[in-house]
């Protein structure tokens, strides 16, 4: 017969185990306390008791607990189980693997042992062990989500992406709402350059837990890579509204404002909370505030954190010499930079654990370096570097992309304007500048987004999203067609809907300015549905064009910018769309070369405000002194009055571009020299 005693006992730890399991570890720790207190040598309690801490984010007091129970109780194979966990939470997790080991042989057909000794070897930096763990796990429980999970964490962190990925989607097949296994599915994507599959896992990872720290960190910084940059920091900031902890969303904001030079608002963002205790998580986050330091001046300091990262993780190097570099060209020690850059030269052609971007962010900071040491060859092999990683997310086509111009040929020629439906409105307030990126484009933008009467929207993706839309796909000649042969209904409600959406941005204003250079391939759209729209064209010498476009990191989806003679076959197809959309278009077509800006500011400025139907007005003339953001890769040029270095610039690499000049020639576009 059982006693009373015995009876509340066993209650209790029945109360305590189901408020455990409901979560609720807070109370559970409270009843197992209870029962502790009373019968300091119940192993069990004890043990329940440090696996609540554990849970309550405490593995310090999980320890103690646990420790006492493993020394009541040490052939417990559970007891062993949780003290193991709580050595690997504490950072020891050499300890934990060895405990772990004994609990194989204490639960032999269990798979929690493998799987944890699989966490511990994968903390140690031992992928291949850990592979090896998780797939005893995964024989002893195949219908496990958690076995498949692991295993594919080790085969992601040995580099072995296909059995990462199958791994993965396993998880999900098992468990649909694994958002944490969506998450490194993306993770595969991202790393094999797919970007849309990374977005989309992460958006599934987020259907599944809305909020996952991870998950909308991530999204973020691939939407920030794929050229939604004003979507990512507006998801990202109402991450960190909604949780101030979410350190992923928080080093994601940083670096958009030290890649756009706001380093004072990116150092006071990291600055708000306290450095996260997460390992990697701190050492990006002071190597984020090193440079945020540097761009303001703060050299000392800067130095101070890099000194205290000593030679940094593998991962990190890269960044950590980048910053070494940046600091003693800071303190004027020329030989210094140049030894350092050559050491970060050689840590990126070693095989190992860095991010694509990490990786494709250093050669351009290579680049950049070594072309301001006067020394194009080395300056080149950089940005072949980084293009040759970025051409790998982004394949281009030459037989797609002429399909697509030729099918604007075919769709909108003359007769299909004259004769065909257009909207009915006749709104002036759309300018569109378009041409190819770096011809000038943010210049002409900023200079009338200057002007009272105009605001300067900077680039927009709503014509290329309508055009996405209406046609059933983007750059395809099948999308081509199929607007073509929109009727007046459809074509006065896309107007409607693109209109209401513009006039938002600034309800005030005679003249709207969408700069999305890439606009010139939708410009049949622009003819049917706004008849009123004016349209500038931004030229420039197409040998600086493409040495432009390869010599900058361009975010968004530019696939044509990774090898120089796809960039002068693109050039060549830009000339012959715009030739005819000069031709066919009904609506007004301004052509403007950069070089007007330089040899005649004032004639320039006049023939461009006659053209919008706006008076002359002086702000125009100090558009660098405006405050407005501007996130193209042309924010310092615009900060200052016009002038010609950017004219000619080309003729210091002559060597280089001979596939880009070759190119040129063949299309016909060259101009004299």
Not at 607 to 626: H, I, K, M, S, T
């Amino acid at each position: 017969m059982t006693t009373p005693i015995e009876s509340t006992a066993e209650h209790e730890r029945a109360l305590g185990e189901a408020r455990y399991r409901a979560g609720a570890y807070g109370e559970a720790a409270a009843i197992f306390a209870r029962r502790v207190a009373q019968a300091p040598g119940d192993a069990a309690a004890l043990r329940l008791l440090g696996l609540c801490r554990l849970r309550l984010g405490d593995p310090a007091g999980a320890l103690r607990h646990l420790t006492r129970a493993r020394e009541l109780a040490p052939e417990d194979p559970y007891v062993q189980l949780h003290y193991g966990l709580a050595l690997h939470e504490a950072g020891r997790h050499a300890e934990a693997a060895a405990v772990f080991r004994k609990c194989q042989s204490l639960l032999p057909d269990d798979p929690a042992p493998f799987l944890n000794l699989a966490a511990a070897l994968l903390a140690l930096g031992d992928a291949m062990a850990a592979a090896d763990a998780a797939r005893r796990a995964r024989r002893r429980a195949p219908k496990m989500p958690h076995t498949h999970y692991m295993l594919g964490l080790a085969r992601l962190n040995a580099g072995q992406l296909d059995g990462a990925e199958e791994a993965f989607r396993a998880a999900v097949r098992l468990a649909p709402d694994f958002a944490d296994a969506w998450v490194n599915l993306g993770l595969v994507h991202y790393r094999r350059s797919n970007m849309n599959g990374a977005k989309a896992a992460m958006r599934r990872a987020l259907e599944a837990a809305p909020g996952h720290r991870a998950a909308t960190g991530n999204l973020g910084a691939f939407m920030r890579l794929t050229g939604e940059s004003e979507a990512a920091e507006a998801l990202l900031r109402e991450a960190l509204a909604r949780d101030p902890g979410n350190t992923e969303a928080r080093l994601n904001i940083a670096a958009d404002l030290l890649q756009e030079a706001r380093p004072a608002e990116g150092l006071a963002l990291l600055d708000a909370v306290p450095a996260p205790a997460d390992p990697r998580q701190s050492g990006h986050w002071h190597l984020q505030r090193a440079l945020a330091l540097l761009q303001l001046g703060r050299a000392a300091e800067a130095k101070d954190i890099l000194a205290a990262l000593g030679e940094g993780s593998a991962e990190l190097r890269p960044l950590l010499l980048w910053r070494r570099v940046l600091l003693a060209a800071a303190e004027g020690d020329r030989a210094a930079a140049r030894s350092i850059a050559e050491q970060m030269e050689s840590a990126l052609r070693e095989p190992g654990p860095l991010v694509p971007e990490h990786r494709i962010m250093a050669w351009y900071d290579l680049a950049r370096f070594w072309s301001r040491e006067d020394e194009p060859a080395r300056a080149f092999t950089g940005w072949r570097e980084g293009h040759a990683l970025l051409g790998r997310m982004q394949p281009f086509s030459r037989p797609d992309w002429r399909a697509f111009v030729d099918a604007n040929f075919a769709a909108f020629d003359r007769a299909r304007f004259a004769q065909g439906p257009r909207a009915a409105n006749r709104d002036p307030a759309p300018v569109f500048i378009v041409g190819m990126p770096r011809s000038g484009t943010t210049l002409a933008e900023q200079i009338l987004g200057a002007h009272p009467a105009a605001f300067g929207a900077g680039e927009r993706s709503a014509l290329s999203n309508a055009f996405t839309r209406l046609g059933g796909g983007w750059e395809t000649a099948r999308a081509v067609e199929r607007i073509a042969a929109l009727d007046q209904a459809a074509l006065d409600e896309a107007a409607q809907g693109y209109l209401a959406e513009l006039h938002a941005l600034a309800p005030d204003k005679a003249r709207i300015v969408d700069k999305m250079p890439g606009n010139f391939a939708f410009l049949g759209l622009v003819g049917l549905i706004l008849p009123g729209a004016r349209i500038i064209q931004c030229t420039r010498d197409p040998r600086d064009i493409g040495l432009s476009i390869f010599t900058f990191r361009f975010y968004g989806h530019h696939p044509y910018a990774h090898d120089l003679a796809d960039i002068g076959w693109y050039i060549g197809e830009h000339e012959r769309l715009m030739a005819h959309w000069h031709a066919a278009l009904p609506n007004p077509i301004l052509t403007l070369a950069l070089k007007d800006w330089v040899e005649d500011f004032d004639g320039t400025l006049r023939r461009v405000l006659d053209f919008l139907d706006l008076p002359y007005d002086p702000a125009c003339e100090r558009f660098y002194e405006a405050p407005s953001r501007v996130r193209t890769v042309s924010r310092d040029q615009v900060r200052q009055p016009v002038n010609a270095r950017g004219l000619g610039r080309w003729r210091a690499y002559q060597e280089e571009l001979q596939a880009l000049i070759a190119e040129l020639r063949a299309a016909g576009v060259l101009r004299d020299d």
